[in-house]
């Protein structure tokens, strides 16, 4: 270094060296019109195409992980979903909540209900419920297994398994997750098919993209966002959609009929408002996160969900799972200290 120069503190050499050489380098606007470039491959028409990422947002028993089955199968397959034309790509769906014996039932439930005889080669399931899982280790896997299986579609069931420690309601400790989906969509051009939790409260009022936990950056951040809502109608849900490269998507409304949500001709504008007055707490709502959740939440992991999808007090809640407790619908095993359901919920 040349006398009088100044100093370069080298405690800050990695952060002016460049972390990612792989950048591409800027380009002439004249250049970038002429250049070739190859449309992205469909896969729901208007809807979604590769290496993009596509968000379910939903609340509470709006049967999201049926909706994204359904999606996978039909993907998978090459069949319509909900009225759209598909294109058949392998699909991987990513299975960190239901035990394997439940996957399967729904999975060939809903293949049957779909008239799909068999689709081998086309789908992937990866079960990792009960598994430790480090994001890092996960990214680097995944990539892996979607270059040598020549993987289109992930799904991730449920996502929030992929922030440990960290709180899905808070935009910053989302970050993380969407720098990593980032990575996957960009080194290997596949699809990432998400679900992500509304705010608690109802939420006829405010606008779809602002509905999801998490505030307006997972919203945002997607390419194709999806929610569902409560309608008037019991069991219905209006469907609404953000797209970024497509012209926009009419809302419409589709209701459960075990084991697809299917489309009808109700109209979406007919969201369910508030009740008036104080609402009521059923303890069937904090038996249908448990039942989804099976030997998954310990206590505070428990209250902690039912406070951000019911809008309950911490107090109600400890309430309400005394209650199914001594009714003897519920028991926290010793073993794993995980509560547990006794018997099945019917119609989750």
């Not at 020549?150 to 309601?169: A, H, M, N, T």
């Not at 997607?222 to 012209?247: C, G, K, Y």
Request: proline share 6%.
């Amino acid at each position: 270094m040349e006398s009088g120069s100044p100093k370069v503190n080298e405690r800050i050499l990695p952060i002016l060296t460049p972390q990612f050489p792989d950048w591409p380098e800027p380009v002439d606007c004249a250049e970038f019109e002429n250049e070739t470039i190859e449309k992205p491959n469909p896969l729901v028409q208007n809807l979604l195409d590769a290496g993009s990422r596509m968000i379910f947002g939903g609340g509470s028993k709006t049967y999201k992980t049926w909706a994204l089955g359904d999606m996978a199968i039909a993907i998978s397959s090459g069949v319509p979903w909900w009225g759209f034309p598909t294109f058949q790509a392998h699909c991987m769906y990513i299975n960190f909540e239901l035990k394997r014996f439940y996957m399967q039932k729904r999975f060939r439930a809903i293949r049957k209900a779909k008239g799909v005889s068999s689709i081998p080669g086309q789908l992937t399931v990866w079960n990792l419920r009960g598994y430790e899982i480090t994001l890092v280790f996960f990214v680097q896997t995944l990539i892996k297994m979607i270059r040598d299986k020549g993987i289109s579609v992930v799904f991730i069931d449920p996502f929030y398994k992929l922030l440990g420690d960290k709180d899905e309601r808070i935009s910053a400790d989302l970050n993380q997750i969407l720098v990593a989906f980032d990575e996957i969509n960009r080194v290997t051009d596949a699809t990432v098919i998400f679900a992500a939790h509304f705010t608690k409260g109802n939420q006829a009022g405010k606008e779809h993209i602002d509905r999801i936990s998490g505030g307006g950056s997972i919203g945002r951040d997607a390419d194709s966002l999806m929610t569902l809502t409560n309608h008037e109608e019991p069991h219905a849900f209006a469907v609404e959609f953000t797209v970024r490269d497509f012209p926009p998507i009419e809302s419409f409304v589709v209701k459960w009929e075990h084991p697809l949500l299917v489309r009808t001709d109700l109209d979406p504008g007919k969201l369910k408002t508030a009740p008036r007055g104080r609402p009521a707490c059923d303890p069937q709502d904090l038996f249908r996160i448990i039942s989804d959740n099976d030997d998954l939440f310990a206590t505070k992991e428990l209250t902690e969900r039912a406070i951000d999808e019911l809008g309950w007090s911490k107090r109600t809640v400890l309430n309400k799972l005394h209650v199914l407790k001594t009714s003897k619908r519920v028991w926290l095993s010793a073993a794993t200290e995980k509560w547990n359901v006794r018997g099945g919920l019917n119609g989750a």
